[in-house]
């Protein structure tokens, strides 16, 4: 939910380079950078604590109240970008904004479409799309949802819903064009089975061959006759 905070105790991180953080992710400490107004600062925070931060009610959209090394002062920060493995999935790197909190920020919205099973369309056969599935927004840090729902309940098949149709929160502004296409509902496609096609020359030279069978197969009872009239 919007206004969500969530207090996060980094320790300050003297040294740097791939070996310092190799050792600190056996550790289970995720080595990141917090940007400010100054010199950014290198830091690290335990995975376990980082996770908990991030997976609260206001989600990747918290306000972090950054605290280093427990000095008492926060900073208040927003997620700014985070690395992840690949292979085991944890948070392999992190980097916050210190933000204020009354200057408007930008950030990127999850659109989350609801009532898609009641949609006349999709009841009759058609496919729900989402081609646009993140708003840009902007609005003041302690305002940014979470996620914007988009109503679809009523979508038949052709119908297609636009940025214009999405509303946004009070004192929150979105950043794309109002023309561009969030969801839409799409006729099933249908698979026409192909009849294959005998090529002429196939058939031609099928027709010579029980032409020609019959042919020969006349010439044994001619002979035949014939020898019957000899004897």
């Known amino acids: 939910m919007a206004g969500e905070r969530t207090k996060l105790i980094v320790t300050h991180r003297e ?8 050792r600190l992710r056996k550790q289970g400490i995720v080595p990141g950078v917090l940007y400010g107004n100054g010199d950014p600062v290198a830091i690290s925070v335990a995975e376990r ?12 959209h918290s306000i972090l109240d950054v605290e280093i090394d427990g000095a008492g002062k926060t900073h208040p920060s927003i997620l700014k970008d985070y690395q992840v493995d690949n292979v085991r999935g944890g948070v392999t790197h992190v980097d916050l904004q210190e933000v204020r909190l009354d200057r408007a920020i930008t950030a990127a919205v999850t659109v989350t479409l609801v009532g898609g099973d009641n949609a006349p369309g999709v009841r009759e056969g058609g496919v729900l799309s989402q081609p646009l599935r993140e708003l840009s927004v902007e609005a003041l840090p302690l305002e940014i949802p979470e996620h914007l729902d988009l109503d679809v309940s009523a979508l038949s098949i052709g119908d297609s819903l636009r940025v214009a149709d999405v509303v946004a929160p009070e004192g929150v502004k979105l950043l794309d064009d109002p023309d561009t296409v969030v969801a839409s509902v799409m006729a099933p496609t249908r698979v026409v089975e192909e009849v ?10 099928e027709g010579e061959a029980g032409e020609g069978a019959a042919e020969g197969g006349a010439e044994p009872e001619a002979a035949g006759d014939s020898s019957s009239e000899e004897g």
């Open 49 to 60: 604590e980082l996770r908990r931060a991030l997976t609260g009610a206001g989600g990747l």
């Open 15 to 22: 040294q740097t380079g791939s070996r310092v953080t190799r």
């Open 196 to 205: 294959p096609e005998v090529e002429e020359g196939a058939e031609g030279a």
